[in-house]
């Protein structure tokens, strides 16, 4: 299948918007949902049969060629197999939108797609699992790719494919302008629900945008360092190589305040769980009262989420706008706080809260919308531990010691402060204006590689309707052929 090719000048960006669906809409909803996750694990279980068919057959001694035949493992393969079978699992199929079983079929596909890749080593990271199957719990989400997919004019209500016209809760005018005057083409919608059980639409969307700096960048220091922390007083401190601290935000610790609520809600829905039956060896059915409780537990998650994403995308979209280069950090976010149990429990929930990780990502973009450069630091670049004033290097920094204290020179200065300055070096080193292709090497030698490259929009571009399951490169048709299970 041919991938979708962004255009010259074109980005791909997402408008998510919240909605005040009527309760036969949720209900509708729900059905497209679950009709995913249904036809996500009917043909995980066929694909997990022939696989545990071939590997019984081969301890039989069966040559491989006389092996049962493996199916297709990519997105068309699955649909037709799918079709092949839906009447007889799924009578009830027409009463939902086909993309609803296309769009459970096609993250079986990506998955599949990923574990077959880790097993044969063609995949970078940490190894990755079989699919397994989705229970009734799953976060209910489905995606629209083809069919009537419309922001009405009116700016308040959208059209999905067999739902219908549905009210917005927000004004979707910042979508509809574009589309309006033709600098927006709407590529696809994806309907899913968040923990406090809020329905959001997300559409995607190929935007015309003009990749220029702009006009104010020259009121700010056109290169910073950016260090991040889980301190409460600085989420996020920047710094000018010449050692100017221009701003330090300070973390929401949205999650901590939470944290008496969420005790309390807890306890409450463990009381309200019901008694264990040892006969039976399940939990007896949950009460109503449990199930409010759970409903307010998640609109606690959902509000520190919120508040959390508020305070990022905030500071994220001054630096894009407010400084040309943009030096962070490389962090392990995912192994900082995966290890250390008990002892590193208060650690991991601030890792968590902080969100390190999202920073990273939100100026992966927003610095090739407003035309700015993310240069990325070496991941064992030893920021915290240089002294900006003499350049050593201390060989222990425990994450106490707030103060950083060179032993060469004795000069002492905030860790933070000290860490910021020393990634904007790295982005000093770079000629304002230079572009150069991702991932074009060091900068200057000192371990920093450029991320961003703003003439580039089109990499952000990637199939309109399906995954890239054995395709070749950008603009070409790719011929699907059987997965096999790995050896």
Not at 254 to 280: F, K, N, P, V, W
Not at 389 to 404: G, N
């Amino acid at each position: 299948m041919a991938r979708f090719e962004v255009p010259a000048g074109w980005t791909v960006q997402a408008y998510r918007f919240a909605l005040d669906p009527t309760p036969a809409q949720v209900r509708a909803f729900r059905s497209h949902a679950g009709g995913a996750r249904f036809a996500h694990n009917v043909m995980l279980a066929v694909v997990k049969a022939v696989i545990d068919q071939r590997a019984a057959e081969r301890s039989y001694g069966i040559v491989e060629a006389e092996l049962t035949p493996l199916l297709n493992w990519s997105l068309a393969g699955l649909r037709k197999q799918w079709n092949a079978r839906k009447d007889e699992v799924a009578p009830w199929w027409g009463d939902n939108s086909k993309e609803a079983y296309s769009s459970g079929l096609d993250a079986l596909a990506r998955g599949l797609d990923a574990w077959g890749k880790s097993r044969a080593g063609k995949r970078a990271g940490k190894p990755v699992g079989f699919p397994r199957f989705k229970s009734a719990r799953a976060r209910r989400s489905v995606r629209f790719t083809t069919g009537t997919i419309r922001v009405e004019t009116d700016r308040h209500h959208i059209t999905l494919p067999r739902i219908g016209r549905i009210k917005t809760h927000e004004s979707t005018r910042k979508l509809a302008r574009r589309i309006d005057n033709g600098t927006a083409r709407v590529l696809s919608a994806a309907l899913s629900e968040d923990a406090s059980g809020r329905w959001h639409v997300a559409f995607q969307v190929v935007v015309q945008r003009a990749v220029a700096v702009p006009g104010h960048v020259g009121a700010q220091a056109p290169v910073v360092g950016v260090d991040v922390g889980v301190k409460a007083d600085s989420l996020l401190v920047v710094a000018t190589p010449d050692g100017r601290e221009v701003a330090r935000v300070a973390a929401p610790k949205s999650l901590t305040a939470a944290q008496h609520r969420l005790r309390a809600l807890q306890r409450r829905a463990a009381r309200q769980r019901g008694r264990y039956d040892s006969a039976t060896q399940t939990r007896q059915q949950p009460s109503n009262r449990w199930r409010v409780t759970q409903q307010r537990i998640g609109r606690t998650h959902a509000r520190a989420a919120a508040v959390r994403r508020d305070v990022l995308h905030k500071a994220t979209t001054t630096l894009a706008q407010h400084h040309q280069v943009i030096v962070v950090e490389t962090l392990n976010a995912a192994g900082m706080g995966s290890a250390g149990g008990s002892r590193k429990r208060g650690l991991n929930r601030a890792l968590a809260d902080a969100s390190l990780a999202e920073i990273r990502r939100l100026l992966g973009y927003k610095t090739r919308w407003y035309g700015s450069v993310l240069v990325e630091a070496d991941r064992w670049y030893p920021s915290s531990k240089t002294c900006s004033a003499c350049l050593a290097v201390k060989t222990k920094l425990s994450l106490a010691d707030r103060v950083f204290v060179c032993d060469n020179c004795g000069v002492r200065i905030d860790r933070d402060r000290n860490a910021a300055i020393n990634l904007a070096r790295l982005g000093d080193t770079r000629t304002l204006g230079e572009q150069s292709p991702t991932e074009s090497g060091s900068v200057a030698g000192r371990g920093a590689s450029q991320e961003t490259d703003p003439a580039q929009a089109g990499d952000a571009g990637g199939d309109e309707t399906s995954t890239p399951h054995n395709t070749t490169s950008v603009g070409q048709t790719g011929t699907a052929s059987p997965q096999g299970e790995a050896a």
